[in-house]
């Protein structure tokens, strides 16, 4: 064992020094995603709040079990992060910051209980929920805070003390107090201007509260998350901001108090690191996957009273296997500088799936090259054994991991000369189309764009996935169901998804999607170059989960040659077959299938893009070529990619428009392209979405109540755009004069043959009930707007009546 003797262990308040291997959080849902049906139980009235805390505890129990038996056996090295519906909505909780709106919702004693946080989440019958937004560059989705002059703090431990008692001696976690208030917006009464950190100061003495509180309950260490200091945050303030606040709640702490842990995951915290650093705070978390540490930071955590640095070395984020032998030379490398290591995850592991074992399914081959949640702790586990015991200790475990990582690099599976050759031969002209008004003159004249009304109503593609569809796919999974039986089932869905279109009166109709069993395994189901799993379920929001594939080799269609087989053409060519109405084409775009999915390291991002988006473009030529004349590639990710720091963003956005254009420029000027984003900040991206070219836009608008009007009226956008004006993140239904108010607004700043009326995102969660419901409201207010806007003198009493 090598001896470190500048990096003693100091006191800590509660005498405890920092686990030697730890996680910044694990899956939550469940191995077999117990918390989600729990979760969907209560909310239909099946199970009570009493079955719902049995379930729940029963479930964090099981899961701290399992991090102890997998290696995380010291005090204080499991975290107590536990979310039941989102994170940021805990402190939200935690910290009673209720907006107006919702201040019914506080007891007598200001205490936002249990029912009333799924309010916030979900909505009820008079209002909506919380926007919701992504967690920086992930696909999951958080709550976001509403904060004015006037929200009124007060402490609430509860939810936060219910996640610590699942287990002895854990860690509790929270969203730090900097970060809440810099992913809050201004609630909606806040004057011009207002800036929710400016109430930090009066938020910091609850936070107080909370850590004590924890401590008096036993905790030892409290994990607070401060991922906003990774992003840039345009405050010029920000590192005397950040020491000061935790200058304060390192002072002064009571000897029951617990020690205090800063993360600082999903990049590099640069020169915010050392203002954290330097608070006189326990312990601080470095993201080494994503970011690094000069010479001087390393010094940071060096000497008498330095706090313990928890290197970040495995990522969390990914599901490939760790190179563990530079992972230990990294980590001695700091210990050897004086700094006291920790082995750490680079994030939560909640980005990840739950345990690799369960994919018996998977090629033996490609199942070397991963690691799952699980495997990722038993890798840190390993890592800190090593650091501590030297390497000899760990020589089996480096040896596996060597030769799986050589295995990999000489596989030949994962490279193919000819799609290589396809995609290096690509030039600009194969990423640009006509100039717009020239489409936009070919769609009216000899498109199916000349046949609809003003403002016409359409569906973003998918309709609700029945318990019967996903019980036919099982079958037909299972070989209980053949083929024949199979597609006939399908089609009869079709069928019965076209006529209801019709007979709410929509314009563009969609085949629906029953043969998708999501936007991006569907296609991964169809490529070369992928794998899916069958148990690798990740949290995307609430107790909505997802199943990323893994793209580990290059991409192209599946089937005999270069082009491969069309595979979405027969459901949708079936689909236009039974309408005279135009029947959307519906593709998922290259950077979502990216975002989406466990992607290979290997190689830069952009050039597996350019793969993807080359698959795509086959699937787009052979939709055009079989009569569909409007044809949508999904984008919903391609803000969540973005990277958190400006100067990346311009190499992100070349290669991401790039590989859009790619995917839909090999059409006549006559074919209609349309896209969709949801829940991110527009505005952000907006100069992005243009460069996409694509004729319609259509963005998430109705949970941040239009927000994305101001930015496209002073960008001048003048495409085609379709703002949400229903949320379907939420089980409420708008009304007509809601879904009104929402286009009418629209109205006023985006001209009546620009505008479209559409839900905010597909309708794969929503029962056929609402759904029909909410689109029988959309028609009727698109009909209202359109009136509206004729009565003004705008033109629109000219064109073609609605079909509604």
Request: hydrophobic share 40%.
């Amino acid at each position: 064992m090598t001896e470190n003797p500048t990096a003693a262990t100091p006191a800590t308040p509660a005498g405890v020094p920092f686990p030697a291997a730890t996680v910044l959080g694990y899956p939550r849902i469940g191995p077999r995603r117990e918390l989600k049906k729990a979760l969907e139980r209560s909310w239909a009235g099946t199970l009570d709040a009493e079955g719902l805390t049995a379930e729940v505890g029963a479930l964090r129990a099981a899961t701290v079990d399992r991090q102890r038996e997998l290696g995380l056996t010291e005090p204080a090295a499991v975290p107590a992060s536990f979310a039941l519906y989102d994170q940021v909505l805990d402190a939200i909780v935690a910290t009673g910051a209720l907006p107006a709106r919702f201040s019914d919702l506080a007891g007598s004693d200001g205490v936002i209980d249990r029912a009333a946080s799924f309010v916030l989440a979900r909505g009820d019958v008079a209002r909506g929920p919380l926007e919701m937004t992504k967690w920086f560059d992930t696909n999951y989705h958080y709550l976001v805070p509403e904060i004015g002059p006037e929200t009124r703090f007060s402490p609430n431990a509860a939810e936060l003390l219910a996640q610590a008692a699942a287990g002895e001696g854990l860690r509790p976690a929270l969203v730090g107090p900097v970060t809440f208030l810099l992913l809050s917006k201004a609630e909606d009464s806040a004057p011009e201007g207002f800036d929710p950190l400016s109430r930090l100061d009066d938020l910091l003495p609850v936070y107080r509260e909370l850590i004590s509180e924890l401590g008096r309950a036993g905790a030892t260490w409290v994990q607070l998350e401060e991922p906003a200091l990774v992003a840039d945050q345009d405050r010029g303030d920000l590192a005397g901001v950040v020491e000061s606040a935790y200058r304060r709640l390192a002072a002064d702490r009571a000897e029951s108090d617990p020690a205090l842990f800063v993360a600082t995951p999903y990049g590099d915290a640069e020169d915010l690191l050392a203002p954290v650093a330097r608070s006189g705070v326990e312990a601080v978390h470095v993201d080494l996957v994503r970011g690094g540490l000069t010479a001087e930071q390393t010094a940071l955590f060096t000497g008498e009273g330095a706090p313990a640095l928890v290197a970040g070395v495995v990522n969390g984020r990914n599901i490939w296997r760790a190179d563990l032998d530079a992972a230990l030379t990294r980590l001695e490398g700091l210990r050897d500088a004086g700094a006291r290591v920790s082995v750490a995850t680079s994030t939560s592991l909640f980005h990840t799936p739950h345990d690799l074992e369960q994919e018996t399914a998977l090629p033996e081959e490609r199942r070397r090259w991963l690691a799952f949640a699980d495997q990722k702790i038993r890798e840190v586990a390993v890592l800190a054994r090593g650091l501590a015991e030297g390497r000899e200790a760990i020589a089996a475990e480096l040896d596996d991991a060597r030769a799986a990582l050589e295995q990999r690099a000489a596989a030949r599976s994962t490279r193919d000369a000819a799609v290589r050759e396809r995609a290096a031969a690509l030039t600009e002209s194969d990423w640009h189309r006509e100039p717009a008004e020239e489409r936009r003159a070919a769609q009216a004249a000899d498109g199916v764009a000349g046949g609809l009304p003003a403002i016409p109503t359409t569906t973003i593609g998918s309709f609700p996935q029945t318990a019967e569809i996903r019980a036919a796919r099982a079958a037909h999974k299972a070989g209980r169901l053949d083929d024949e039986q199979y597609v006939g089932r399908l089609r009869e869905e079709i069928r019965d998804v076209v006529a209801l279109q019709e007979e709410l009166g929509l314009d563009v109709l969609v085949h629906g999607e029953p043969e998708r069993n999501d936007m991006v395994q569907y296609f991964a189901e169809n490529f070369d170059g992928f794998d899916v799993t069958d148990h690798g379920w990740v949290q995307s929001y609430g107790s909505r989960c997802t199943r990323p594939s893994i793209l580990w080799g290059d991409v192209s269609r599946s089937g005999e040659g270069l082009r491969g087989e069309a595979f979405t053409v027969p459901w949708i060519g079936y689909a236009q077959s039974l309408t005279e109405r135009p029947v959307k084409g519906m593709l998922t775009g290259p950077v979502t299938i990216l975002a989406w999915s466990f992607v290979r390291e290997d190689q830069p991002l952009g050039e597996t893009a350019d793969q993807v988006a080359l698959a795509l473009r086959d699937e787009v030529a052979d939709l055009e070529a079989a009569g569909i004349g409007i044809v949508q590639v999904d984008e919903p990710a391609l803000r969540e990619l973005l990277p958190l720091r400006r100067r990346d963003h311009a190499d992100y956005l070349d290669w991401s428009v790039r590989s859009f254009r790619v995917a839909t420029s090999d059409v006549r000027p006559s074919t209609q392209i349309h896209t969709h984003l949801c829940y991110s900040e527009f505005g952000e991206v907006l100069s992005a979405i243009d460069a996409l070219d694509a004729d319609v836009t259509s963005v998430e608008a109705a949970r941040s109540r239009m927000e994305l009007l101001d930015p496209l009226q002073e960008a001048g956008f003048d495409r085609g755009i379709g703002p949400g004006v229903w949320d379907i993140h939420s089980p409420r239904v708008p009304t007509v004069d809601e879904v009104s108010t929402l286009l009418g607004a629209a109205a006023e700043v985006i001209a009546p043959d620009r505008l479209w009326a559409n839900p905010d995102c597909g309708l794969k969660t929503r029962a056929y009930p609402e759904t029909k419901a909410a689109l029988t409201h959309l028609v009727e207010a698109a009909g209202r707007v359109r009136a509206e806007v004729a009565a003004r003198g705008a033109g629109v009493s000219a064109q073609e009546p609605s079909r509604g």
